[in-house]
């Protein structure tokens, strides 16, 4: 997926023409149909604009790496009161972009819930980080 597709996706994702983007972030429509379109490469006001308007991670829009709305997972991990600090939740938001992170995270949930396997498969990556780590 170019940029540009991902630019569409967040643009139908929020339900939004390409005039009311446009509006929301005071820029000409011919700007985002170019953008869209892969003609231009997005300026570095406009990703900042659509990060600011939108919560959109510009790392995802320019790499397709990491969720797509990063600030919200943050804003949720600071919401609900898990008594972390802002940094605390920043480094948070970022293991979930990490495939291997969110994996290793994904297995303490199913060890949490019982998963013998689970169980077995965390205790073996485990290991595997101490030793990394000697």
Excluded at 5 to 28: H, M, S, Y
Excluded at 81 to 93: C, L, M, P, R, S
């Amino acid at each position: 997926m170019s940029i540009g597709e991902r630019l569409k996706f967040i643009r139908q994702d929020k339900k939004l023409t390409a005039k009311k983007l446009a509006e929301i972030l005071n820029i000409p429509v011919r700007t985002i149909g170019g953008y869209e379109r892969n003609e231009n490469p997005p300026n570095e006001k406009f990703l900042k604009l659509l990060s600011e308007k939108l919560n959109v991670n510009i790392n995802w829009l320019l790499t397709g790496y990491g969720s797509i709305y990063e600030k919200l997972i943050l804003n949720e991990i600071l919401e609900n009161n898990y008594n972390f600090t802002k940094e605390e939740a920043e480094q948070i938001a970022k293991l979930l972009e990490n495939p291997t992170t969110k994996d290793l995270l994904l297995k303490f949930i199913k060890a949490k819930n019982g998963d013998i396997a689970s169980i077995d498969n965390l205790i073996q990556t485990l290991n595997g980080i101490k030793v990394a780590f000697m």
